[in-house]
């Protein structure tokens, strides 16, 4: 099945942009990170390909989505968008991955809704228990000197570009071009000061079976971080990566790929080994 680069939805009068991939097998929902969109999970979505009906989202204010939201934009409020998208796709239920950001909404939409959510990945997830520090400086930088940021995600996504086999232009465009859509500054401002207000979520309410994937070199997320959400999340699996940053699944996404896999087609938990206690660390070879 070909990218569906301009695949619209109308859920709530916002406009939703995503990006589709497979026709068959169960149903995967793909939540990006604060400043990043749909595309960041194009690679991981290649590998998966055949396995599973997937479905990348840019949340309203991100990507090509709407920059004028109708809502609120607190966390519990991009959770509630996620069932209207479910509802709109036609999906009673899902498993959802989320990386960083995404983390956290995948979280809040598994604790208010658990009979929507089947399975939970989370990666280099954010801690939705408390609150979150969201800067708006390097997204500025690409309103006002797109040529600047051209530059700097170029030299940022070398490797990225690498694992997705693409050239650098394309990662390049696909997230500095949506910077550039009337309303991105405004939309921003209204962001930080409603997400500030974002309640803190009980991670003990999620029942869904969940992995947690934690980078250990990870510097936006600390690894403690990662691995204390783990800890709060009732039977929850924890994998440790080794040598992997905060953009592990562009960077390693034949790794990401193989782990969303075989835990969502685990039958229980004991594929898995021990819980959240773990020390043992994924292998980048797997890769």
Not at 234 to 248: E, I
Request: no cysteine; proline share 6%; aromatic share 6%.
């Amino acid at each position: 099945m070909s990218w569906a680069a301009n695949r619209f939805l109308e859920v709530d009068s916002e406009r939703i942009h995503l990006i589709e991939r497979g026709t068959h097998g169960p149903r995967l929902l793909l939540l990006h990170g604060y400043a990043s969109n749909a595309q960041t999970w194009r690679p991981v979505m290649e590998r998966l390909d055949g396995r599973f009906q997937m479905v990348a989202v840019d949340m309203p204010g991100f990507g090509w989505s709407t920059r004028y939201p109708t809502g609120p934009l607190t966390g519990d409020a991009y959770a509630e968008r996620l069932v209207g998208i479910l509802d709109a796709l036609g999906w009673m239920r899902a498993h959802v991955v989320g990386q960083s950001w995404g983390g956290g909404l995948a979280q809040r939409l598994a604790a208010a809704h658990p009979d929507r959510v089947d399975r939970l990945v989370l990666v280099a997830t954010v801690d939705p228990s408390r609150s979150l520090w969201l800067g708006t400086a390097g997204l500025r930088l690409g309103i006002r000197f797109p040529f600047l940021a051209r530059i700097a995600v170029a030299r940022g996504q070398r490797s990225a570009a690498r694992a997705a086999g693409v050239r650098p232009r394309e990662l390049v465009r696909a997230y500095v071009d949506p910077l550039r859509l009337r309303g991105t500054g405004a939309f921003l401002d209204r962001f930080i000061a409603e997400h500030a207000t974002s309640s803190h979520l009980d991670l003990a309410r999620i029942a869904s079976p969940t992995l947690v994937i934690g980078p250990l070199e990870d510097r936006v997320v600390l690894p403690e971080v990662t691995r204390s959400v783990a800890a709060r999340i009732p039977g929850s699996r924890y994998v440790p990566l080794a040598g992997a940053g905060h953009s592990v699944a562009a960077e390693m996404p034949g790794l990401v790929a193989d782990l969303i896999a075989e835990f969502l087609a685990s039958d229980g938990p004991s594929r898995w080994g021990s819980p959240v206690d773990k020390d043992e660390s994924a292998s980048k070879s797997r890769g």
